[in-house]
């Protein structure tokens, strides 16, 4: 009965190739996100959809690229992976983006990406 | 000037006694203010949020918020060696968006 969940929790690869990763929440929220958590912890937004509609868009390199095929789903892909690529990536959802209760977000447990 | 500024820590304190953390932040039209406890390896998890200036208690947790002053804290009474974890500050900067910046968080270290 997992709230968030995101597949792989690990992944190794080689710079140069494509992966993807992928996130699912059954809380019927509208609201899905993807945050970057860097080596020094340092946790940043990286793109929000609502409804499926992509409503934060972040100064991120054009690689990465989030596709939401139904609001329970989020999903990001990656393109010709760099070294500094290699961070921890969250998923989160929320039910809304405004008013109490509404816009808290629960996070995924995380995706460990390390690009060799 | 960073958007929420936190103390990376770490923050020792022995078990038992009250750990203090706090977070400024930069806009002063933010709204809504949160919590999160990152326990190292895990994923961030909401502790509380706070909407009016003032205190806001739940359980050993305590949020204050002061607007004016652009300042928000976490107290924590009776510090136990299981809180001991990072405790990232959130702040939604932009209304109707959910879009929270993330302070570099607090390592706390409650010591038995």
């Known amino acids: 009965d997992t709230a968030v969940s995101q597949t792989p929790k690990y992944l190794v690869t080689q710079m140069g190739n494509d992966k993807s990763i992928k996130c699912e929440q059954n809380?019927?929220?509208?609201?899905m996100y993807w945050y970057k958590q860097d080596s020094k912890k340092f946790l940043k937004i990286m793109f929000s959809y609502n409804n499926k509609e992509l409503i934060i868009n972040e100064t991120v390199p054009n690689r990465f690229s989030p596709k939401s095929p139904d609001k329970a789903h989020l999903n990001l892909h990656i393109n010709s992976l760099e070294l500094g690529d290699s961070a921890v990536y969250f998923c989160a959802s929320s039910q809304g983006v405004a008013g109490l209760y509404q816009e808290t977000q629960y996070f995924g447990p995380g995706t460990r990406l390390l690009v060799l | 000037q960073k958007e929420v500024e936190q103390n990376s820590g770490p923050l020792s304190v022995p078990e038992g006694a009250i750990a203090s953390l706090n977070c400024t932040y930069s806009?002063?039209?933010?709204?809504?203010f949160f919590w999160y406890r990152q326990y190292s390896g895990k994923s961030p998890e909401l502790i509380m949020f706070?909407?009016?200036?003032g205190d806001k208690e739940d359980g050993r947790f305590t949020a204050q918020l002061n607007k004016a002053s652009q300042y928000v804290s976490l107290l924590i009474r009776d510090s136990q060696p299981s809180d001991s974890a990072t405790y990232l500050c959130?702040?939604?900067?932009?209304?109707?968006?959910?879009?929270?910046?993330f302070g570099q968080g607090t390592t706390l270290q409650v010591k038995p």
């Open positions: 809380l019927g929220h509208d609201t």
């Open positions: 959130a702040v939604n900067i932009l209304a109707n968006t959910g879009k929270l910046i």
């Open positions: 706070i909407y009016s200036n």
């Open positions: 806009d002063r039209g933010s709204q809504s």
